[in-house]
């Protein structure tokens, strides 16, 4: 664990190639060749403060015209790596990005050496995988102690979440029990639940996934940007599968007022869904908790009984 706190900076070789961005290209080409034994992955640009200003292609160094300046054949795209980052950034950038090498910069851009992928990239990918993984079985409500647990050690581990689903159940049956007379009236009410259920437990998880994701990266976006964005998405989904199985329900009961009913029902209660699925990771990283143990469990607990309260709740009042 202690590697997790190592600066990216610990990690660079300090062999890179930099080229002034108004050197020529036969300038260029002999600074490369200066270290002839040396693998050149990139070749960087660099201006008259020593900043990095982007990549030249080394195959554009051997075929550009005589006299060429750097600055004419270079890339402004460059990506970097900030020297005070830490192991966990530059996992996340080798698997992202899938460059061979990262330049590393100080605060003021300039160049202090380079990443690359082949000095330990078996090691990094293990560690990320293991995050990856770590993350998985969070969100189903699983630690990765259960690999060297007994039967017993098992049960101990499972039965608190399993409980936790079980209460869940039985307070929906609660709900479903408060508005019985109302789905005695209308009965297709009880063929629409798995839909409306499914729907908002679909867009739930993809969004508390996304959540979960955002809030352990290395700058996390603010709680009320991402709660904005995945809102604002989930409306617009709801919307959509809300006019699609409504449509659906007019064709198949010829009931307008019913289908109505279901599309505003589930547009209202897939961005619901959306919403609780930021709030209750971002409340547990708040409380120092791992946001990934909120991903599924009560995520899909709070999800599935307000979903169900709204749905029956709608329709009892416009079944009067």
């Known amino acids: 664990m202690a590697e997790r706190t190592t600066r990216i900076l610990d990690l660079a070789s300090p062999d890179f190639y930099a080229v002034p961005l108004t050197a020529t290209v036969e300038e260029a080409v002999e600074i490369l060749?200066?270290?002839?034994?040396?693998?050149?992955?990139?070749?960087?640009?660099?201006?008259?403060?020593?900043?990095?200003?982007?990549?030249?292609?080394?195959?554009?160094?051997?075929t550009a015209s005589p006299g060429t300046r750097v600055q004419d054949v270079y890339s402004p795209?460059?990506?970097?790596?900030?020297?005070?980052?830490?192991?966990?950034?530059?996992?996340?950038?080798?698997?992202?990005?899938?460059?061979?090498?990262?330049?590393?910069?100080?605060?003021?851009?300039?160049?202090?050496?380079?990443?690359?992928?082949?000095?330990?990239?078996?090691?990094?990918?293990?560690?990320?995988?293991?995050?990856v993984r770590h993350d998985w079985l969070a969100s189903l409500g699983v630690s990765e102690k259960e690999e060297r647990a007994g039967p017993l050690g098992i049960v101990r581990l499972r039965l608190p979440w399993l409980l936790f689903t079980v209460v869940s159940g039985l307070l929906s049956?609660?709900?479903?029990?408060?508005?019985?007379?109302?789905?005695?009236?209308v009965v297709a009410l009880a063929?629409?639940?798995?839909?409306?259920l499914l729907v908002a437990e679909s867009v739930g998880m993809q969004t508390s996934a996304v959540t979960v994701s955002s809030l352990s990266s290395d700058v996390p976006p603010s709680l009320a940007q991402l709660l904005g964005r995945e809102v604002q998405a989930a409306s617009l989904l709801g919307v959509a599968c809300g006019m699609l199985v409504g449509g659906v329900c007019l064709l198949w009961l010829g009931d307008p007022r019913f289908a109505?009913?279901?599309?505003?029902?589930?547009?209202?209660?897939?961005?619901?869904?959306?919403?609780?699925?930021?709030?209750?990771?971002?409340?547990?990283?708040r409380l120092g908790i791992d946001p990934a143990l909120a991903a599924a469990p009560l995520t899909l607990a709070v999800t599935d009984n307000l979903t169900l309260l709204a749905y029956l709740g709608i329709a009892s009042r416009l079944a009067r």
């Open 191 to 196: 063929f629409f639940v798995p839909v409306v």
């Open 173 to 185: 049956a609660f709900i479903s029990g408060l508005f019985h007379g109302t789905v005695e009236r």
């Open 260 to 285: 109505a009913v279901l599309a505003a029902t589930m547009a209202f209660t897939v961005t619901t869904a959306s919403a609780l699925a930021v709030t209750v990771p971002g409340l547990f990283r």
């Open 77 to 131: 795209s460059a990506i970097a790596l900030p020297a005070d980052g830490d192991r966990a950034l530059l996992e996340d950038f080798f698997a992202t990005y899938r460059f061979l090498a990262f330049p590393v910069v100080d605060a003021d851009r300039r160049i202090v050496g380079v990443v690359q992928a082949d000095a330990f990239s078996d090691q990094l990918m293990g560690e990320y995988e293991g995050r």
């Open 33 to 62: 060749r200066a270290a002839p034994d040396k693998a050149v992955f990139y070749c960087y640009a660099v201006d008259a403060s020593g900043r990095l200003a982007g990549v030249v292609p080394v195959r554009k160094l051997l």
